[in-house]
């Protein structure tokens, strides 16, 4: 089982930035894929983006596309979220999730496919 914390989280202006982290604990990070998700209040947690263990391979929902990107260090056991160009509407937690054992993720995984979910950072846009 990986334990992912969560941090980088805060308030912040309207089309300002945020870098969101992710560590990870156990040996298997490095051989699965990693993703963020978000859930504002009353709302589903949502897919945001997700990055294949090729680092090569990202994929994002089309609310953040040209505005966040996703990276990994696996030396380091971390994933990151970088957050530009911020709106009110990206308020939520925002969750880091670790993928099950051999899925190569595509344009649109979904919950089911992530075995291991961080506590959440919450990230307050003011307008």
């Known amino acids: 089982q990986v334990q992912l914390v969560e941090s980088g989280g805060g308030l912040v202006q309207a089309g300002g930035s945020l870098r969101l982290s992710c560590t990870a604990s156990?040996?298997?990070?490095?051989?699965?894929?990693m993703g963020w998700f978000r859930q504002a209040p009353g709302k589903e947690r949502e897919f945001v983006a997700v990055?294949?263990?090729?680092?090569?391979?990202?994929y994002y929902a089309d609310f953040v596309k040209g505005r966040f990107t996703i990276s990994r260090d696996n030396a380091k056991n971390k994933v990151y979220l970088q957050m530009n160009s911020v709106k009110p509407e990206d308020t939520a937690v925002y969750y880091c999730a670790s993928g099950k054992a051999g899925i190569s993720f595509g344009s649109h995984p979904g919950k089911a496919d992530f075995g291991s979910w961080g506590q959440g950072t919450q990230v307050i846009v003011s307008s």
């Open positions: 156990g040996r298997t990070f490095s051989s699965t894929g």
């Open positions: 990055i294949n263990r090729n680092v090569f391979s990202t």
